[in-house]
């Protein structure tokens, strides 16, 4: 005798949660955290001046935007990311592609840009600042050059990690040497290399740091540093907040469109 399937007719049992439900969950952890952080506050367990309630850091953002001067700061610093990561990822592309592809171009390049890889941001942005000035040309090299590595790195691996017997298909079906690069090379190496854009998009937003930290006259980085000299520490976490939020965002365009060039590999999957 068959024994009954006792989930047959509970279609949910087995199945993962909904969107809704995992969007629910992602913010729990957050919004407890703020709740908690709000109630210390309010019974003075913690100091007003290192950790202001989120009530006035809320506050904080609310009388900055209404003078628009918050805006102003996040369009400077949404436009310094976006060109130095665009000078930055294409260039670390380029190279990974040339590395990758070629022997002789990796025994000549990798090893310095390896070396390079190595020297601390916070080594180099003193230089640029002597270089170039406290214009925004140097706050977008510091960018360019944090988000340079991450893509180089992955291209270089995504490439060299093409499955071989793919190559024979190619020469089977006498495909010229840019055929196999493009119908071939870019689209096997398509998961290393949007996984390098991803992690370097969000260096970029750590390279913007450290440029506006240092050497900025406008951005979300100098509204802090200047806040944190008058110790108006709620518009200091305003900048914290703004930072985590936009890079959040970032990640989560990059997430979508990993997920969308990249539905062909997960239908051969299945």
């Not at 670390?92 to 020297?119: C, H, N, S, W, Y």
């Not at 854009?197 to 390279?207: C, D, E, K, T």
Request: aromatic fraction near 10%; charge should be positive; avoid cysteine.
């Amino acid at each position: 005798m068959s024994v009954p399937n006792k989930t047959a007719g509970n279609p949910t049992i087995g199945q993962s949660p909904g969107k809704w439900t995992l969007f629910v969950l992602a913010l729990a952890i957050p919004v407890a955290t703020l709740i908690v952080w709000q109630i210390l506050g309010d019974l003075g367990l913690i100091s007003d001046l290192l950790f202001p309630t989120p009530f006035t850091i809320g506050t904080a953002f609310v009388e900055l935007a209404k003078t628009g001067v918050l805006w102003k700061h996040i369009s400077i610093s949404v436009q310094r990311v976006l060109i130095g990561f665009l000078i930055g990822a294409s260039l670390g592309l380029l190279f990974g592609i040339a590395v990758g592809l070629f022997r002789r171009t990796e025994k000549l390049l990798d090893p310095t840009v390896q070396m390079i890889r190595m020297i601390p941001s916070l080594a180099i942005v003193p230089l640029f600042v002597l270089w170039f000035g406290i214009g925004e040309l140097s706050k977008i090299l510091i960018i360019a050059q944090a988000t340079f590595f991450q893509l180089y790195i992955n291209t270089f691996l995504g490439i060299r990690n093409v499955d071989k017997k793919l190559f024979e298909v190619t020469y089977v079906l006498g495909y010229s040497r840019f055929q196999q690069i493009i119908r071939l090379v870019l689209p096997a190496a398509l998961p290393h290399i949007l996984l390098g854009v991803r992690l370097s998009f969000g260096i970029s937003w750590i390279g913007l740091v450290v440029a506006e930290l240092i050497a900025s006259t406008s951005g979300i980085g100098y509204m802090m540093s200047d806040a944190r000299q008058f110790a108006d520490t709620p518009v200091v976490f305003v900048g914290i907040f703004l930072f985590a939020i936009l890079g959040l965002a970032a990640d989560s365009l990059i997430r979508l469109l990993q997920h969308r060039l990249l539905r062909w590999k997960a239908a051969i999957n299945r």
